[in-house]
């Protein structure tokens, strides 16, 4: 049974910075592409990084681009996300997410993926 547990989540003023952890069971994490999104209430679901298995490529939209880094440690089945110079309109719940069946990125984060965690909250102060 797959199972993604995030952690890492808090409270930081602006300028500051998290690191997101997101614990995987059941699979084995170098397998396949790894997502991070986020959701804020009344907004659709959005991807802000990605991780290809196999070449190790990463994608990040314009948003974060420069301050999020997506990292992997495949040997310990988790992965990352670094957050840097954090902005108040980061504040969101941050979830990892995978479809087993993908193993590069896509052009653009699918809503549709196999499996997501619970979630954790950040959230960015001024």
């Known amino acids: 049974q797959v199972r993604l547990v995030e952690s890492g989540g808090g409270s930081v003023q602006s300028g500051g910075s998290l690191r997101l952890s997101c614990a995987a069971s059941?699979?084995?994490?170098?397998?396949?592409?790894m997502n991070w999104f986020r959701q804020t209430p009344g907004k659709t679901r959005e991807g802000v990084a990605c991780?290809?298995?196999?070449?190790?490529?990463?994608r990040y939209p314009e948003s974060t681009k420069g301050r999020f880094t997506i990292s992997r440690d495949n040997a310990k089945n988790i992965l990352y996300l670094e957050m840097t110079n954090l902005t108040p309109e980061d504040t969101a719940i941050y979830y990892c997410?995978?479809?087993?069946?993908?193993?590069?990125?896509?052009?653009?984060?699918?809503?549709?993926?196999?499996?997501w965690g619970q979630g954790t909250r950040v959230t960015v102060t001024s």
């Open positions: 997410a995978t479809d087993l069946k993908i193993r590069y990125c896509d052009a653009e984060w699918r809503l549709d993926q196999d499996y």
């Open positions: 059941g699979l084995t994490l170098g397998n396949q592409a």
């Open positions: 991780s290809s298995s196999g070449d190790d490529s990463k």
